[in-house]
Nanobody, 115 residues
Framework: QVQLVESGGGLVQPGESLRLSCTVSTSLFSLYAMGWYRQAPGKERDLVARITSTGSTNYADSVKGRFIISRDNRKNTVYLQMNNLEPEDTAVYYC?????????WGQGTQVTVSS
């Protein structure tokens, strides 16, 4: 069973930064496409950023230029560097691992941006 463990959430003020991490328990990590999603109260879960097995990335328009997704295949870990955070970024952030017809989710980590 593939498990994803997220960390790095917290409470920050507008304009500050956070880095989320997600470590995946699989020997095939390098073959997975990895994504970060977020869900705010009363809203749907939306894609924030995604990185493929070959390193191609895509971002939601709302985070372009502020967030960076990266991966370290030696550590089975994907990161989400979040800069210049805004109150609208407040949500539970979920890590997703996808390969062929399978996808797996982490338990989520809360990010709160408030002054």
């Amino acid at each position: 069973q593939v498990q994803l463990v997220e960390s790095g959430g917290g409470l920050v003020q507008p304009g500050e930064s956070l880095r989320l991490s997600c470590t995946v328990s699989t020997s095939l990590f390098s073959l997975y496409a990895m994504g970060w999603y977020r869900q705010a109260p009363g809203k749907e879960r939306d894609l924030v950023a995604r990185i493929t097995s070959t390193g191609s990335t895509n971002y939601a328009d709302s985070v372009k230029g502020r967030f960076i997704i990266s991966r370290d295949n030696r550590k089975n870990t994907v990161y989400l560097q979040m800069n210049n955070l805004e109150p609208e970024d407040t949500a539970v952030y979920y890590c997703n691992a996808e390969i062929r017809t399978y996808d797996y989710w982490g338990q989520g980590t809360q990010v709160t941006v408030s002054s």
